[in-house]
C-alpha cells in the first residue's frame, strides 16, 4: 500500500503526464499510469510537481520586524544598516525566535523548504545566534535551515566582530560569512576576505559573504575571493552574494574576472527583489538597475541561484517568503527573458540554490526523497508568471500545507462563469487546442 499518488504531473524538465507514487519518505515510483492504491491521492491535472523551493540569501534575525523602532525613510542600505543598530540592542531571544518561527510558517506554506539564513553576529551578546539555533532545531523536521555568522558592522570596522564570529561558529552556526565593502579600506575589505577564507578553511565550513554590494566600480572583493576560493581550494563552498558593483564594472574587467569566477567553482546569489530597489540610489539619471551580470555568468558555467535577502524588515518593507516572486523580479530585472532564461529563473530558485548551500541535488526522482510542490500552472515559466499557488507542500512524505487553487467566479452575459487564471497561456510551438 503507497501513502500517496499524486496523479497526473508534469515534471519541470517537461516530462508528463506522470504518476508519482510515494512510499514512507521516498519517491517509490514515477510513471506514466500507476495501478496501486494509495492512502491518499491528488490530482496534479497536468499540473506541474516541482522540487521544493530553495533561499540560499535570507536574513531571519531581522524577519518581521518592519517598522520597529521606525521605518527607513530613505530606503537606502546605509539607513537600513543604521536602523538594524537601532533595533539590535532591543532585541530578545524569545522575539526574534517567534518572528522566525512565524516566518517559517509562512515559507512552508510557499513551498520554500531550504533557507540560508545571515545572522548578525558583529556585537555582544549573540541574541540573534541564540535565538536562530533554536529556531533551527524547532524548524529541522521540515526546513532546512543554515545559519551565517554575519558580521553586520565589518568584520575589522566593528570592535570583537571576529571574536564573536568565532564564537557563534563555536556555538554551532554552520557558514562563515562577511562584508568586506564594508570595511573601512578597500585594502581592509581584501584582508578580511583573506582571514574568512582561512576560517573556513581551517574549520572545514562553508563560506558565504555579502561581496560588492555597492555601485561603485572600484568595489572589487569579488577578485580577493576568487583568488582565496582557488588558492584554498575551496569552490563550490564559497558564495558570493549580491555583487551587485559587478553592474558598474568596465566591461574588459568584467570579461577578465567572469572566467575566474568560474575557474574557482565558487556560487554567486544574487538578491533581486532587494537589489532593484537599493542600487543606483544615488543616481539622477540613467539610473543604474544594479544587478550583477547573471546571462554572462550562467554563460561561464558559474551556478547562480536567487536569494530573497529579506522580508518585511529595515531594508525591505515588502516580501513574502514567495522565491516565485524573486525569480519573476530577475526575469524583469536582469532581464532574462528567452525561454530557456526564464527556465533558468526558476531553476535558480530550486536546484540552483540548493547546490548554492550545498544540499543533495533535489530533482524528483524514483527513489528519491518524497519533497515535493504541487503548483497551480503547467510548467515553469507558467509558475514563474503566475507566482502560481502552492496547492500542496509534501516534505518526507507528509503534506505540511495545502491552499485552495485561485479561482474567480465571473458574472458576465454569455461568458464562463468560473476561470482559472493558469489556463489562460498560449501554448507555443504547439498546435492551437481544437
Ligand atoms: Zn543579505
Redesign the pocket.
Known sequence: MLDIIIRQAHLPDGRGPLDIAIKGDRVAEIATKIEAEAGEEIDAAGRLVSPPFTDP?F?MDATLSLGSPRMNVSGTLLEGIALWGELKPLLTPEAVIDRAMRYCDLAVSQGLLAIRS?VDVSSAPLVGVEALLEVRKQVAPYIDLQLVAFPQDGLYRAQNAEENLIQALDMGVDVVGGIPHFERTMSEGARSVRRLAEIAADRGLMLDL?CDESDDPMSRHVETLAYETTRLGLGGRVTA?HVTAMHSYDNYYASKLIPLIAESGMNVVP?PLINITLQGRSDTYPRRRGLTRVPELRAAGVNVAFGQ?CTMDPWYSLGSADMLEVAHMGVHAVPMTSREAMEGAFTSVTQNGAKAMGLPDPTIRKGGPANLVVLQARDPIEAVRMKATRLAVIKNGKVLARTEPRMAALSLPGRPTTLDPADYAPRPNTQEAK
Do not use: V
Request: net charge negative.
Open positions: 540569501h536574513h545571515h555579502h552574494s538578491n535577502d
